[in-house]
């Protein structure tokens, strides 16, 4: 199993520019999220899905927007980039369970985004 | 005021001394206390988590949680350098059904040999 995976590692982008990061599990996992990690601040929910086929805002929404394709991949888009948007990008995933063993969230190896 | 607050640290020990790391959260219907260990460059990773109150051991590893003052801790025995790394808490309502995670800021953790 590859876990959650993550593309791209790095991106550098201007001003305005769009970009997609892509985010795919192979758990199962019926929830994924998006979270940003900025110095200082610690992890900050973008979004989230909490199943196939519906999506919420987390902390952080402004100036993004997100896809669950299907079970297996959650994107999340920036339309029109800005430098606040500099950030390493985390996707996760996590099953639902039923009680017992703790269900663990599992985080992708991150997308480091620079936005001049 | 954060729902979650940790020292960011960093904080800088030598090889075999025994770490403290702590949490404090404001929401007492906080169920479920885990740490991750995130090294640099990389995604975080579970380490430890805690069910409501008490104490857990894992090796050198022992994670704590006080409910009554809304306090949670992280303990390394006999550091090692290997240990270099940022710890994060993190917090959840319940374990069923979907659930948001709520972390600390993180704490960076520096042992030298």
């Known amino acids: 199993n590859a876990g959650v995976t993550q593309t791209p590692k790095f991106q550098v982008l201007k001003t305005g520019q769009s970009m997609t990061l892509q985010c795919a599990q192979d758990m199962n996992h019926n929830s994924m999220y998006w979270y940003r990690q900025d110095p200082g601040m610690g992890l900050r929910l973008i979004y989230y899905s909490a199943s196939e086929g519906t999506t919420d805002k987390g902390e952080v929404p402004n100036g993004y927007n997100v896809s669950r394709l299907n079970k297996r991949e959650f994107s999340l888009r920036l339309e029109s980039a800005a430098p606040s948007q500099t950030s390493v990008y985390f996707c996760a995933s996590r099953g639902f369970g039923q009680g017992g063993e703790y269900n663990e969230q599992f985080f992708g190896p991150g997308t480091r985004l620079t936005v001049l | 005021q954060k729902e979650v607050e940790q020292d960011p640290g960093p904080l800088s020990v030598p090889e075999g001394a025994i770490v403290s790391l702590n949490c404090t959260y404001s929401?007492?219907?906080?169920?479920?206390f885990m740490w991750y260990r995130q090294y640099s460059r990389k995604g975080p990773e579970l380490l430890m988590y805690t069910y409501s109150s008490g104490n857990k051991e894992d090796g050198r590893f022992t994670a704590q949680v006080d409910k009554s003052s809304k306090y949670i801790s992280l303990f390394i025995r006999d550091s090692q350098p290997s240990d270099s790394a940022t710890y994060l808490c993190?917090?959840?309502?319940?374990?069923?059904?979907?659930?948001?995670?709520?972390f600390g800021t993180g704490t960076r953790l520096l042992v030298s040999p």
């Open positions: 929401n007492s219907a906080f169920q479920y």
């Open positions: 993190a917090m959840s309502l319940g374990n069923t059904g979907f659930q948001k995670l709520v």
